[in-house]
């Protein structure tokens, strides 16, 4: 896609209070944590926590060597100061100082990057995307894409894409426009494989880099004994039952589900990296240490098995 990526990266969502709220202690822990563990690509989104997760991510990123990391963010939503009444209503534990506005538009893609920069403290990012276009296609393809195309050019940004929960639309996004790479959220993991039929394939065919988010499906995947929501929502019986059974077979091999499910998307040729939302330094020390075993292949034949059932 243009840019480097380390396999695994950092998702921000969390230290802009993704729920729950952290201290900037907290948050600055966990990502020098990462620093440590050898990460260097960090994804956020003006979204995260009203511009907090990109202020925080700056402040950390502040003394290290900008050649040696990789940013990316997101356009496509606007802040618009407002006067605030209560907390943020769109699942993060902050002030509500502004309001989201969505703009795929050229003059709103150029805003939003520039203010992006000065929460970042940076001269460009490596990566842009258009976060959650899903009911603004006309725009998106007819001013945004454009428009990234122009910063590209001016060097404000390396690399230009999409990032989606859903796979139809950023299938039609590879069909028909020049991105270089997409953020596929929750759509490629070992309960959900929707993907895999047309649009991973179409990204190889194309040249498109795909970054795999959500690889825990919001919860259900992220703890050996499988409990809590999936996609956001507590999860079903049905996938309870099918998560633990993917425990049990990852056990057979010494291997936790969080461990296979962090792995899983790397095995496909179009995904060059995993992004891991993640909130603590513990946090992140302990998904580094999974990544870092080795996967069995006769796990993933047996699990192809059951994805077959």
């Given at each position: 896609m243009g840019v480097d990526v380390t396999q695994y990266g950092f998702g921000c969502a969390p230290i802009g209070n993704?729920?729950?709220a952290l201290t900037d202690e907290t948050a600055a822990a966990a990502l020098d944590a990462a620093w440590d563990c050898g990460i260097r690509w960090y994804d956020t989104?003006?979204?995260?926590?009203?511009?907090?997760?990109?202020?925080?991510?700056?402040e950390a990123l502040r003394h290290r060597p900008r050649a040696e990391f990789t940013v990316s963010t997101k356009?496509?939503?606007l802040l618009e100061p407002c006067d605030p009444v209560g907390k943020d209503d769109q699942g993060f534990d902050v002030p509500a100082t502004h309001t989201r506005v969505w703009d795929?538009?050229?003059?709103?893609?150029?805003r939003s990057l520039t203010e992006s920069l000065e929460r970042l403290g940076l001269d460009h990012v490596d990566v842009a995307l258009l976060h959650d276009p899903d009911?603004?296609?006309k725009e998106a393809v007819g001013e945004a894409i454009p428009a990234l195309a122009e910063l590209r050019a001016e060097g404000l940004i390396k690399s230009i894409g999409v990032g989606m929960n859903q796979w139809p639309m950023l299938a039609d996004f590879v069909r028909e426009t020049e991105v270089d790479?997409?953020?596929l959220a929750g759509r490629y993991t070992l309960l959900d494989q929707s993907a895999a039929a047309e649009l991973l394939p179409l990204c190889v065919e194309r040249g498109v880099s795909v970054m795999a988010g959500g690889v825990f499906n919001s919860g259900i995947l992220a703890t050996h004994d499988p409990q809590g929501t999936y996609n956001y929502v507590p999860a079903a019986p049905a996938l309870l039952e099918r998560a633990r059974l993917l425990a049990r077979i990852c056990e057979k091999y010494g291997v936790r589900l969080p461990q296979a499910a962090l792995a899983f998307p790397l095995r496909h040729p179009a995904v060059s990296s995993v992004v891991i939302g993640m909130r603590s330094a513990d946090e992140v020390r302990q998904n580094m240490a999974l990544v870092a075993s080795p996967v069995p292949d006769e796990l993933w034949d047996e699990l192809a098995g059951v994805e077959r059932d």
């Open positions: 993704l729920f729950t989104a003006p979204h995260y926590g009203l511009g907090l997760s990109e202020r925080r991510l700056g356009v496509g939503r795929f538009s050229r003059d709103g893609i150029r009911h603004h296609w790479t997409i953020l």
